[in-house]
């Protein structure tokens, strides 16, 4: 690793840090909002970029965050820093009784499992109206917190990129890989394959629960369709795919730079926009698989800790 | 619940099961042939289906064309959408690790949506041709419901004839079984693999112009039989093509069951908990399959 | 001496075919065998019937006494059985160290002790950090064949050790096997190479068509007619 980028990093970090200080408030929930991005595709990332175990519908574990938080403030009472945490519990909690079943079998098995679980997640929801305001949404008492929840989400993108760097520098996940690489040959070698499948499968839920209820506690209002949208995969995949699937930096690279664009072209033209995301899906899968990080580290020989 | 359950209403729900099983049937003979073939999950399937409604809804509303009818022009013209899929795009990732077809065809149909939405705005449209029902003793037959399922009786049946009896059907089940043997044996698997596509697509096409007699057109309706598709080839076992027909039919039973006792919202969730159920009990499908 | 492993009668079936018919075969420990048959005869069938990639419709399979039939393979590589592949399974994107690494569940620097020795033990030290992927076929086929040493196996399973290796690798690699029966292991070998099983193997079982066709010393199974039969025909 070059020197300068811990010092690098670092700096970015105190710079982030002060920034609310002199933003405004809609520079602050911008940059918020890259946070989640950034926490998001590096979840994905963590599931579908190192095992090879393709998620579809990872946006149900940010739905269910969202839900699962702002019930229990709602119900509950809970300060929302706790409800949270509450909702990234929740999110993991889910992920393992989906996983169970569902990981036991190849990738496109799974793959089509996870995209028919945010469906099912859409109508539990509406089911429970009690207790989730069903179709008419759930509405959380007024909070003026847009600065404190811009720390939290960076904190949160922050460990999960901390967290991929551990996995990744690990033999935890040298066996990850090896499920994507050969996954006969890793369970001819003693990897439980199920068991580590799972436990990336619950890290990757995690934090997008978390996250889902920042931005539900941010946005003081959640209905189904705004939470469980399939757009939000859609973004999460592109952005991981394009800065670099298995790679540590990847995701944060693809998350800041379509967040730009997304930025620019998303308000007008919603649509194409979505049309240019699939494409870019289909740009990536064909000319660049291992993304913009990837084609790098490919050519110039860099480490796997980028 | 005290709801009372008489013979005519089983009756009339194994009727109508049947009658929706058969459409599901043929679309997944369509993603079942794909991926039996190459290995390939065709999350566009889909979106086929919601372009071969598209058509059929453009050409009865411009020149008044039987929808039935448009079956002659959906078919052929999903199939030449499918080869042109697999010859430009799939084809490249067809040996790739799985996960690249997956998200190819993910792109693919994200792509195809919003063109569609972009083409022909999300306005629920709608085909105004057949309603009413046919009442036979205490049960009540829906007329689409009915042609539905006699085309696609026909054409699921068209299609087995195509794959036993032809030589390029011969083929396409060779390359199914063995890639390596059917290309020893001469098979050029380049070109079945183009066939095959262009058959999935134009059986999702059917599948579109038919429904398109009965339901609300929108870009975003095919996203639920792209899984329940999946499902069916689930059920009768991967690569076992008779299996999808046992398959879609048990689908629609299910169902159309699951309608007398829950409410409409919670059917969606049937299909999904059938799924992890066969999963969990059954991979290999109810039928022997290839997993 | 008791048997280290035991096949009885078992039975794999794809499809409507069987690829392995009630094939019972009894292996000592300490020894090194061979499992030849023509093409299609059953013997990977049967290797992955061994190491739980491919379960045994009917039959039993024992491992020191205790059935192995029905666990998933990493438990059964835990009890003792490793294995190479026909076609060659490192993992490409992995260096050879990494490949070795993976395997073990001792501590990480035990763990890299071992990966070095056995990496010096075929002269592949230097290309360590190499992406295996990137790695020559003999290169890949050596890596294969010590990450099934990482754990110290008690038996060792090699399906085609020899295709496409050249002469040299080839002693070096028999020789290593005949060491580590000196060790007290035990090997069972898929060979086509008549040469390799004549000159390595003390006893060898032959399949034709899923069943066990015949079963002796080398020079014996050699001269038996039935086997003959089998390879060429009538």
């Given at each position: ?85 509450g ?7 889910l ?8 990981l ?7 793959a ?22 069903g ?18 989400m ?62 539900a ?6 209905e ?20 670099g ?13 379509l ?14 926009h979505?049309?240019l ?30 | ?14 009727i ?17 042939l ?74 693919v149909?994200?792509?195809?949506v ?37 085309f ?14 032809t030589?390029?059907g011969?083929?396409i ?24 596509f ?28 792209t ?10 076992g ?23 006792f ?27 399959g290839?997993? | 001496?008791?048997?280290?492993l035991?096949i009885?009668?078992v ?6 075919v ?26 990977t ?40 592949f ?15 690494l ?49 754990t ?5 399973l ?12 080839l002693n ?22 008549m ?9 060898v079982?032959?399949?034709d068509?899923?069943e ?5 010393a080398?020079?014996?199974?050699q ?12």
């Amino acid at each position: 690793m070059k020197r300068w980028f811990p010092a690098a990093l670092a700096l970015l970090a105190v710079g982030l840090a002060l920034y609310p200080l002199q933003a405004t408030g809609y520079g602050v929930r911008v940059m918020l909002q890259l946070f989640m991005w950034i926490a998001l595709a590096q979840s994905w990332n963590l599931i579908s970029g190192l095992t090879g175990y393709v998620s579809f519908g990872h946006v149900v574990f940010f739905g269910t965050g969202a839900y699962a938080s702002s019930i229990l403030i709602v119900a509950l009472g809970w300060a929302w820093p706790l409800a949270c945490l509450g909702g990234g519990v929740v999110a993991a909690g889910l992920a393992l009784l989906i996983g169970w079943p569902c990981l036991r079998l190849k990738g496109p098995y799974f793959a089509i499992a996870t995209l028919g679980l945010n469906e099912v997640m859409r109508v539990v929801v509406s089911y429970y109206e009690g207790l989730t305001g069903g179709g008419n949404g759930l509405s959380l008492p007024t909070l003026h917190a847009s600065v404190e929840i811009y720390y939290a989400m960076g904190l949160v993108a922050a460990a999960v990129t901390a967290v991929t760097y551990v996995i990744v520098t690990s033999r935890f996940g040298l066996r990850l890989m090896t499920i994507r690489e050969d996954e006969v040959a890793a369970e001819a070698m003693g990897i439980d394959t199920l068991r580590y499948k799972l436990y990336a499968f619950l890290l990757s839920a995690a934090a997008p629960g978390i996250v889902g209820g920042l931005s539900a506690r941010d946005q003081g209002y959640i209905e189904p369709l705004s939470v469980f949208p399939l757009i939000m995969t859609i973004t999460m995949i592109v952005m991981a795919l394009f800065g670099g699937k298995g790679t540590i930096w990847g995701p944060v690279l693809g998350a800041a730079l379509l967040f730009a664009f997304q930025e620019v072209v998303w308000a007008r033209f919603i649509y194409l926009h979505q049309l240019l995301f699939g494409a870019i899906i289909v740009g990536v899968v064909l000319l660049m698989p291992r993304g913009i990080l990837g084609v790098l580290q490919q050519k110039y020989n860099l480490p796997r800790t980028i | 619940m005290g709801v009372l359950i008489t013979p005519s209403m089983i009756g009339q729900v194994v009727i109508s099961g049947l009658l929706a099983g058969s459409l599901y049937a043929m679309v997944a003979l369509g993603l079942g042939l794909i991926f039996g073939v190459m290995r390939v999950l065709n999350v566009a399937h889909g979106p086929l289906l919601m372009m071969g409604a598209y058509t059929t809804f453009w050409l009865f509303q411009w020149i008044g064309f039987n929808p039935y009818l448009s079956l002659l022009v959906s078919m052929p013209l999903l199939f030449l959408v499918g080869v042109g899929l697999q010859r430009f795009l799939v084809r490249r990732v067809v040996d790739a690790p799985e996960l690249s077809s997956l998200l190819l065809t993910f792109g693919v149909s994200i792509a195809l949506v919003n063109l569609a939405q972009l083409a022909f705005t999300s306005d629920l449209r709608a085909v105004e041709y057949l309603t009413g029902s046919f009442v036979v003793g205490p049960f009540a037959l829906s007329k689409p419901r009915l042609a539905t399922c006699g085309f696609a009786i026909a054409i699921t049946l068209g299609a087995f004839v195509f794959l036993r009896s032809t030589r390029l059907g011969k083929a396409i089940r060779a390359v199914s079984q063995s890639r390596e043997v059917a290309q020893v044996c001469g098979i050029d698997v380049q070109r079945i693999h183009l066939l095959t596509f262009g058959l999935g697509a134009a059986l999702a096409a059917a599948g579109g112009s038919l429904v398109a007699v009965m339901v609300a057109i929108q870009p975003e309706m095919g996203q639920v039989y792209t899984f329940k598709s999946f499902l069916v080839i689930v059920l009768g076992g991967a690569g076992n093509y008779p299996g999808a027909l046992l398959g879609g039919l048990l689908l629609g039973l299910v169902e159309q069951l699951a309608s007398l006792f829950l409410t409409t919202q919670v059917n969606e969730a049937v299909a999904y908990v059938l799924l992890v159920l066969v999963l969990l009990i059954r991979p290999t499908g109810l039928l022997k399959g290839r997993v | 001496m008791a048997p280290i492993l035991e096949i009885r009668s078992v039975v794999k079936r794809f499809g409507g075919v069987a690829a392995v018919s009630g094939v019972s075969l009894a292996l000592e420990p300490g020894r090194i065998y061979g499992l030849i048959g023509p093409n299609g005869s059953g013997k990977t069938t049967l290797f992955n019937c061994i190491t739980g990639v491919d379960q045994a419709d009917e039959g039993e399979i024992l491992f020191k006494g205790r059935r192995i039939d029905r666990l998933k393979p990493h438990q059964i590589f835990h009890l003792g059985i490793g294995r190479t592949f026909q076609v060659i399974r490192v993992f490409p994107e992995l260096t050879a160290l990494e490949n070795l690494l993976v395997v073990t569940t001792t501590g990480y620097d035990e763990a890299r002790r071992r990966a070095q020795e056995l990496l010096e033990l075929v002269k592949l030290e230097r290309l360590a950090g190499e992406f295996a992927g990137n790695l020559s076929y003999g290169q890949q086929k050596l890596v294969e064949f010590i990450r099934v040493l990482m754990t110290d196996p008690e038996m060792i399973l090699l399906d085609e050790p020899a295709a496409g290796v050249n002469r040299t690798l080839l002693n070096e690699l028999l020789d290593t096997v005949r060491r580590l029966r000196d060790q007290g292991k035990t090997v069972l070998l898929v060979e086509h190479d008549m040469k390799v099983v004549m000159g390595l193997c003390e006893t060898v079982f032959v399949l034709d068509h899923g069943e066990k066709l015949a079963e002796g010393a080398p020079g014996v199974i050699q001269a038996d007619e039935r086997v003959i039969e089998a390879y060429f025909g009538r």
